[in-house]
């Protein structure tokens, strides 16, 4: 039996499955000049914001794909200093990465302020660093961002972004990977979310083949559980311009001076670890 009426489903196309959450109640619903965007009081997980019905945040889990989208990439970097985040209209990301000291300027270009402005209002622990000086919103596409930025802007880039279809479909393509390498500095590295392991092997293969085609040295996907994105088992990869992305600053991550729930070096040398198949997929 499906489930009943006060139950948000995201199916997925395809695969035969789906994610539900027990709704309490829905808070907001608007159509912006992109999408349209909804937030919910769930029974057990605390607010739940879709975009187009596409599950994107809940206040139970975002905390495992934002830290995974920001540390490892900013620990395996010597010195993360200026910062591109595109797409990350929540500011979960925006918020981790601002944790780090080292970091001097983040542009955070997003196409639709509509979902940030919402966010602030309904997610405000994940907007608490929009303050920061350090932090500068741009609502505009990302895409036409990277291409017209100056090159070597950049120590890292940070693609947090929605499925591959629609606006993002071009955030991984490889012209938008050569605009990237060349908006980062030499020892510059960039890190996208890219979809589940389990269900979107072929995208991950296609992200490998692309970034080392924009000239980008070693390419890594790591994975980590998202138990409301489809399959409940998320990834991200990163690549790095002149060095391989083996080695990671440990010690200052031991030491680190910030709180995190899910990453940590342990975690950080784990999650590089590549289950067999994708493994062998992306030989
Ligand atoms: N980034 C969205 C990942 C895609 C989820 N896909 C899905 N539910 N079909 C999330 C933005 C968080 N900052």
New binding site residues.
């Given amino acids: 039996m499906p489930p009943g009426g006060d139950w948000y489903t995201?199916e997925?196309a395809g695969q035969g499955s789906a994610i539900s959450l027990k709704l309490a109640r829905k808070l907001h619903d608007e159509q912006s000049p992109y999408q349209r965007i909804e937030i919910f009081e769930t029974a057990t997980f605390g607010r739940l914001m879709t975009l187009d019905g596409?599950?994107?945040?809940t206040d139970r889990d975002?905390f495992v794909?934002?830290e995974m989208?920001s540390h490892p990439a900013l620990y395996t970097h010597d010195r993360p200093r200026r910062l591109l985040i595109i797409?990350?209209?929540?500011c979960?990301?925006l918020r981790e990465v601002l944790k780090h000291d080292e970091v001097e300027h983040v542009d955070q270009v997003e196409l639709d302020e509509r979902v940030t402005r919402v966010s602030e209002q309904f997610f405000p622990e994940l907007c608490a660093a929009n303050t920061d000086a350090r932090a500068h919103l741009h609502f505009q596409d990302g895409i036409r961002w990277v291409k017209e930025v100056a090159p070597a802007s950049y120590d890292v880039i940070i693609v947090?972004?929605?499925?591959p279809v629609g606006p993002a479909a071009g955030l991984f393509g490889p012209a938008f990977y050569a605009d990237c390498h060349r908006a980062l500095k030499p020892e510059g590295l960039i890190v996208g979310?890219s979809?589940s392991p389990l269900f979107h092997v072929d995208l991950i293969q296609a992200m490998h083949t692309h970034l080392r085609a924009a000239d980008f040295l070693d390419v890594a996907t790591l994975s980590f559980p998202q138990c409301?994105?489809?399959s409940g088992w998320?990834s991200a990869t990163l690549a790095r311009k002149d060095a391989t992305l083996a080695g990671f600053r440990e010690e200052d991550c031991r030491d680190r001076p910030f709180a995190t729930r899910y990453y940590n070096d342990g975690i950080h040398r784990a999650a590089f670890a590549a289950p067999e198949f994708l493994f062998k997929a992306l030989l």
């Fill in positions: 995201e997925w596409l599950v994107m945040v975002n794909y934002h989208m797409g990350g209209g929540d979960g990301t947090d972004s929605t499925d979310q979809e409301t994105y489809p998320w």
